[in-house]
């Protein structure tokens, strides 16, 4: 009888611990308005190749494309400048914004140097034209910039650009309004920086720990794309590319993210 009892008090304990963590977790989806959030899309490359589909390979002032020319080792790009002024870059696709406004770029990268004059990027460009190729009768054959890093070991003596061994993280406006901020820069090293533009008006950069923010106008055009280069004086420069990851998300989604 004493068991028959502690058995039935078990189930009866059991039962209530379910019922209350049903009830909870009921309760809690309830309360998450769907019906504002959009679908989160993510691009991942891991660069087991160059995806045709999803970058321009092209070459510095000429555009030409040079798939060919772009090494692809164990996953990793690189973007080596192996001759004067025909520095190897990426160009992405044209992605369509739509109804997003939170732009997420993470990648993982490593720097080298050949000369005091590197000066590889990664630039963000928005644009009406949804053309995979460069524009090439333009002046802005990418589109417009809506924030540029700048990886800088970059001496000369006719640089307008702010700090000679850093990382440059620059609006449009960094040279009228002082829309800038400087990080430390590594070389040799992988590491791991993500890039965020909101919409609401603010840009977000994160390196080794440290967040840096600019004030932003955002991406208005119907699409935006992505342009990763090494480019520098001389030869020896070289940008090592492990992944690169985006995403676009809504404010919306966000805000739902940080309550649960």
């Not at 991406?219 to 590319?241: L, P, S």
């Amino acid at each position: 009888m004493k068991i028959l009892k502690s058995k039935m008090g078990y189930i009866l304990i059991v039962i209530i611990v379910v019922a209350y963590f049903g009830y909870s977790f009921f309760n809690a989806k309830t309360h998450v308005p769907t019906d504002t959030m959009i679908d989160i899309k993510k691009m991942r490359d891991d660069f087991d190749s160059i995806d045709k589909n999803q970058w321009y390979a092209g070459e510095w002032l000429t555009h030409h494309l040079i798939r060919d020319k772009i090494s692809v080792v164990d996953g990793v790009v690189s973007l080596a400048v192996n001759q004067n002024d025909k520095a190897p870059y990426l160009l992405s696709k044209p992605f369509e914004l739509g109804d997003y406004d939170i732009i997420k770029i993470k990648r993982r990268v490593k720097l080298h140097y050949g000369s005091d004059y590197f000066v590889a990027g990664m630039v963000v460009f928005e644009s009406d034209n949804n053309n995979f190729t460069p524009k090439l009768d333009s002046n802005l054959p990418f589109g417009d910039a809506v924030v540029m890093v700048e990886y800088a070991h970059d001496f000369g003596d006719n640089t307008k650009r702010p700090g000679e061994d850093v990382i440059r993280i620059m609006a449009p406006d960094w040279q009228v309004n002082d829309n800038f901020e400087l990080a430390p820069i590594v070389y040799d090293t992988w590491f791991t920086e993500e890039l965020i533009i909101d919409n609401s008006g603010k840009i977000t950069y994160t390196v080794n720990d440290q967040t840096y923010q600019l004030k932003s106008s955002g991406i208005n055009a119907k699409y935006f794309r992505i342009w990763q280069h090494g480019f520098g004086a001389y030869t020896g420069h070289n940008v090592e590319i492990d992944w690169i990851e985006i995403t676009m998300t809504s404010s919306e989604n966000e805000a739902l993210e940080d309550e649960y």
